[in-house]
T-cell receptor, first 113, second 114 residues
Framework: GENVEQHPSTLSVQEGDSAVIKCTYS??????FPWYKQELGKRPQLIID?????GEKKDQRIAVTLNKTAKHFSLHITETQPEDSAVYFC????????????FGTGTSLTVIP | DVKVTQSSRYLVKRTGEKVFLECVQD?????MFWYRQDPGLGLRLIYF???????EKGDIPEGYSVSREKKERFSLILESASTNQTSMYLC?????????????FGPGTRLLVL
């Protein structure tokens, strides 16, 4: 089955700097890659996603890039703010039975004011 | 707006007890999922269901069972709770339709097994 690896596990940045989180996947059939943000004590929520027919997608300060050949995708957060502090999870899905997601192990991002 | 609710936010049980965790979604989603979340291990899929009375094993089904008698409700059952099942349990739901597969999560149930 699919294997998703996520790095780094923890990341600290100064407010205003950029943060990058990287994920790799193993199944070339995966075609949907969502990113979830989980604030302390809250549920994971989708912040951005990308499909395999697109190389990059942006939404204000966040962007995701996908390299299908190398089987990796990354989350980029620019001009980080303290409210960006959270755990971020990447996932991959091939749309097979039940649209099962395979999640990375998470990155704990701390933005230092 | 999608709403996924879970029956309890916190639960304390004793070893050997039978534990029921319930999840309800109000958006007519076909797919429902149960994950457990542990530090450093991310979200691991226990079971999922893509239709009423249908279930599929995820990556860590041992020690768990599920029930889906109605489309909106998906229950996770710990037949005989053990201390290694102390964890955060998250339910999620999504549409079956390709292109609309975003999973929406419930608030989680933090289970402590003593």
């Amino acid at each position: 089955g699919e294997n998703v690896e996520q790095h780094p596990s923890t990341l600290s940045v100064q407010e205003g700097d950029s943060a990058v989180i990287k994920c790799t996947y193993s199944d070339s059939a995966s075609n949907y890659f969502p990113w979830y943000k989980q604030e302390l004590g809250k549920r994971p929520q989708l912040i951005i996603d990308i499909r395999s027919n697109v190389g990059e997608k942006k939404d204000q300060r966040i962007a995701v890039t996908l390299n299908k050949t190398a089987k990796h995708f990354s989350l980029h957060i620019t001009e980080t703010q303290p409210e960006d502090s959270a755990v971020y999870f990447c996932a991959a899905s091939s749309g097979n039975t039940g649209n099962q997601f395979y999640f990375g192990t998470g990155t704990s991002l701390t933005v230092i004011p | 707006d999608v709403k996924v609710t879970q029956s309890s936010r916190y639960l304390v049980k004793r070893t050997g007890e039978k534990v029921f965790l319930e999840c309800v979604q109000d958006m007519d989603h076909e797919n429902m999922f149960w994950y457990r979340q542990d530090p450093g291990l991310g979200l691991r899929l226990i079971y999922f269901s893509y239709d009423v009375k249908m279930k599929e094993k995820g990556d860590i089904p041992e020690g768990y069972s599920v029930s889906r008698e109605k489309k909106e409700r998906f229950s996770l059952i710990l037949e005989s709770a053990s201390t290694n099942q102390t964890s955060m349990y998250l339910c999620a739901s999504s549409l079956l339709t390709s292109g609309k597969e975003t999973q929406y999560f419930g608030p989680g149930t933090r289970l402590l097994v003593l």
